[in-house]
Nanobody, 123 residues
Framework: QVQLIESGGGLVQTGGSLRLSCAAS????????MGWFRQAPGKEREFVAA????????LYADSMKGRFTISRDNAKNTVNLQMNTLKPEDTAVYYC????????????????WGQGTQVTVSP
């Protein structure tokens, strides 16, 4: 079973930056699309960004475009999320997941959810 471990969260001020990382163990995910999701208090989990297996295609939720950048390192079995110009509404627990294709990851992430990493953006 694949284990996903997210890290890099923290407390930042509005306009600040954070870089999240997700390490996968138990299976090599180089042939899978990978992505990030987030869940704010009292809200459903939502899609943030995804990247295909070769890093040729990247998808972002509209509110993240231009501020967040997803990347991956297949040799390390990791996916990263660089978050810039953070806003208080970005406060959430951030999770990673994977899927056979980038087109399926939003609706059908294949892995079990990890613990996530908390991102808090102060006004």
């Amino acid at each position: 079973q694949v284990q996903l471990i997210e890290s890099g969260g923290g407390l930042v001020q509005t306009g600040g930056s954070l870089r999240l990382s997700c390490a996968a163990s138990g299976r090599t995910l180089s042939s899978y699309a990978m992505g990030w999701f987030r869940q704010a208090p009292g809200k459903e989990r939502e899609f943030v960004a995804a990247i295909d297996r070769n890093s040729d295609l990247k998808l972002y939720a509209d509110s993240m475009k231009g501020r967040f950048t997803i990347s991956r390192d297949n040799a390390k079995n990791t996916v990263n999320l660089q978050m810039n110009t953070l806003k208080p509404e970005d406060t959430a627990v951030y999770y990673c997941n994977f899927s056979p294709t980038i087109w399926a990851i939003q609706a059908s992430p294949a892995g079990s959810w990890g613990q996530g990493t908390q991102v808090t953006v102060s006004p």
